[in-house]
């Protein structure tokens, strides 16, 4: 390993090492923050994005039984657990509750998932599945695990209409694993139609969520998003690791990959005021900004005027962590975002209203 592959792997163990003391230590912050966003009903959701669960766990998109079972508890115990419908619901309406809400998704579609998938069932928690519709076909290994010397197999055909039976939403993740932004119009078009005419045929039942494949922000351009509703789509999820904001997306929904880690777990779905900090500052095109419904429904397009955004111009307390503990109230006009520090007695006359 060079250099600077053994630096960053020492300061990823320290980070690692870190996480608890900085979750514990910020608890109030984190308490508070989420007051004063649910007052707003800014309240964020976490989606939680899932590949292979199963007792060994050989590859980093793999989560152990185990841990996964930790994480279950973990959220039924702190959390309210949401369907993807839901989650598009409150990014509507407002989240208006400061208890932190989550939603559990699967990628790929891996037969070794069932016990996992079971424990959901019993739990009675919502999940939607995401399958790569020409693996379940065939039964034939991903070609990203084989390009690695894994030979995983998908679920079969039967399990995903079973699922579908047992009540769990049923969702594409392509015909093939393609990454969609490398594709024609035509194939990424068929990509779309064909996998989610071939699960609707197979469970008898609509299927309105798409997970795009690697999910990163090359893999989902304003193209792909347009390209999958325009393939009728409802949701489309990518794996962008950041918040779903109420009034900013409900159409594209930002997930977070489930490791092994309980404790990144517990940091990201209490609200990481450093991640929330990012979410809101790489800002991306809301669905008001691309026009999703358009392309469904083409309807006369109003005159430009200075504001394309949906989200309400306004402000939120939001928390920077850099090199100084700094406290930011962000604010929105015009589609523009800006932030300006507080001082502390601000916040403490915020805390006091
Ligand atoms: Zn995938």
Known sequence: ???????????????????????????????????????????PVSVLMYHRVARDCPASWCT???????????????????????????????????????????DDGYADNLRALADLLEAGMPFTYFVTTENIRTGAPFEHDLARG??????????????????????????THAEFHRLSPGELARQLEFSKKWLEDLIGQPVRALSVPFGHREHVTPWV?????????????????????????????????????????????????????????????????LDVDAVVEPRPREPARGVT???????????????????????????ESATTALTPLDIIADSQS
């Open 225 to 289: 998003i347009l390209a999958a509703r325009r393939a009728g789509y409802d949701i489309v999820c990518s794996a962008y690791g950041r918040y779903n904001l109420p009034f900013r997306h409900r159409f594209h929904i930002l997930r977070f990959a489930g490791d092994n880690c309980l404790w990144r777990l517990r940091n990201r779905l209490t609200i990481d005021p450093r991640l929330l900090h990012r979410t809101l500052r790489e800002y991306l095109p809301s669905d008001a900004a």
């Open 1 to 43: 390993m060079s250099r600077a592959g053994e630096a960053g792997q020492f300061m990823r163990a320290i980070k690692q090492r870190l996480l608890p003391v900085y979750y514990l230590s910020t608890i109030p912050l984190r308490k508070w923050l989420r007051r004063r966003l649910a007052e707003r009903g800014r309240a």
């Open 150 to 175: 894994y030979r995983f197999r998908p679920n079969t055909p039967a399990e995903i209409r079973a699922l579908a039976d047992a009540g769990v939403e049923i969702g594409s993740h392509g015909w």
């Open 309 to 335: 955004e949906s989200f309400p111009s306004g402000s939120l307390p939001i928390l920077s962590l850099g090199e100084d503990l700094q406290i930011l109230s962000w604010h929105e006009t015009n589609g």
């Open 64 to 106: 152990s039984l185990a841990a996964f079972r930790r994480h279950v508890a973990w959220l039924q115990r702190h959390c309210t657990v949401l369907s993807l419908a839901q989650v598009q619901e409150s990014l509507f309406c407002g989240r208006w509750t400061s208890r932190p809400a989550a939603a559990i998704t699967f």
